[in-house]
């Protein structure tokens, strides 16, 4: 049917986050993690484009419920500097029986959404049941949303620790915490690391019993936020081991051949209730998120379900 158009619905940053709330975005992420985990979802690993010296792109496929979704997304550190976002690309969300794209959805708002919510969902999985207060090192885009699913979730402000007092501050009184040293970040219960990851700022000397770490911004080569002693001193999670490897926290201790395979759980396997979480009150759990493509077509698909409910509006344009 040569010629034939269709008008596709198109969702910005402000319409995302309208469709899909923290707690919505929390539920949908685990269940993604649960199917992919049982093979339900499918997820090619991400292929990473170098744009040195000023950062990357990423093309993440992913495929389930009927749907399949590309991400083509960045992470470009020194954009802020420019007045830029670190983060920036687009969603195409389509159907997987026919191909037709069924919805375009800004990346930026899915990609913040869906890492605050696997910090919440790795943290109900394997912090403590008594850990409560919430310690974010670095305060930017995605620090901010791992605070507001942590909050969401239930977990209680602690502290907030960035360079940028400015930033601490903003994070800090929207939300209740109150700014902070990053050693007084580091010794609350619930650890979220989310800096760029030019440079470690947790050491094995950081670590205190019974912590949980959510480690969110060493996404790509090259980043690491922790040490890797101080890595392979923890009960070691991660959201996907090819790409914990290439590209996460894990990579730095297993290229020091401080850390293998054996080590490392699936946070999917955990969620799906086939391997154990947290294996006692003391030990301290390393969370490693690379960020999935599966967690973008959990909220990109809750997103739409949301705009054929009429719950949000859409631009249109024709294909
Ligand atoms: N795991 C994932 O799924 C995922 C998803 C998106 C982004 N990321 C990564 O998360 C990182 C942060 O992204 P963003 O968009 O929030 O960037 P951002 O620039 O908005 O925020 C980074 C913050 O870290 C602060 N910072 C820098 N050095 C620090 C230090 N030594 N200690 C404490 N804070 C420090 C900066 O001042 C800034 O406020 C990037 O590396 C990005 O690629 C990961």
């Given at each position: 049917m040569d010629g034939l158009v269709s008008a596709i619905p198109v969702l910005d940053h402000d319409a995302v986050l309208a469709a899909v709330d923290p707690s919505a975005a929390i539920e949908q992420v685990r269940d993604a993690f649960i199917r992919h985990y049982r093979g339900e979802w499918q997820m090619p690993p991400k292929v990473y484009l170098l744009s040195p010296p000023n950062g990357d792109f990423r093309a993440m496929p992913a495929l389930?419920?009927?749907?399949?979704?590309?991400?083509w997304v960045t992470s470009f550190p020194g954009n802020p500097a420019v007045q830029l976002p670190t983060v920036s690309g687009v969603i195409c969300l389509s159907d997987a029986a026919t191909g037709v794209p069924l919805m375009l959805l800004d990346a930026r708002s899915v990609t913040a959404l869906r890492t605050g919510a696997v910090a919440a969902v790795a943290t109900q999985a394997l912090a403590?049941?008594?850990?409560?207060t919430v310690g974010i090192v670095g305060c930017g885009l995605h620090g901010a949303w791992a605070a507001r699913c942590l909050i969401a979730a239930g977990y209680k402000p602690g502290v907030c620790h960035d360079p940028r007092p400015e930033a601490a501050a903003a994070l800090a009184r929207e939300m209740g915490f109150r700014p902070g040293t990053r050693d007084e970040a580091l010794a609350q219960e619930i650890i979220c690391a989310v800096t760029p990851g030019h440079e470690p700022v947790i050491g094995v000397g950081d670590l205190h019993q019974g912590a949980h770490l959510n480690m969110l911004g060493a996404d790509g080569p090259g980043k690491a936020e922790a040490t890797a002693e101080a890595v392979a001193a923890c009960v070691l999670f991660c959201d996907e081991w090819t790409q914990a490897v290439h590209g996460g926290e894990l990579t730095g201790a297993v290229e020091a051949g401080l850390v293998g395979r054996e080590q490392v759980t699936d946070l999917g396997a955990v969620l799906a209730g086939v391997a154990t979480g947290?294996?006692?009150?003391?030990?301290?759990?390393?969370?490693?998120s690379?960020?999935?493509?599966?967690?973008d077509l959990a909220i990109a698909k809750a997103a739409l379900t949301a705009w054929r409910e009429g719950l949000v509006s859409a631009q249109t344009i024709n294909l």
């Open positions: 389930g419920d009927g749907l399949a979704l590309l991400k403590r049941s008594d850990a409560q947290r294996p006692t009150p003391e030990a301290v759990t390393l969370f490693d690379t960020g999935l493509a599966i967690q």
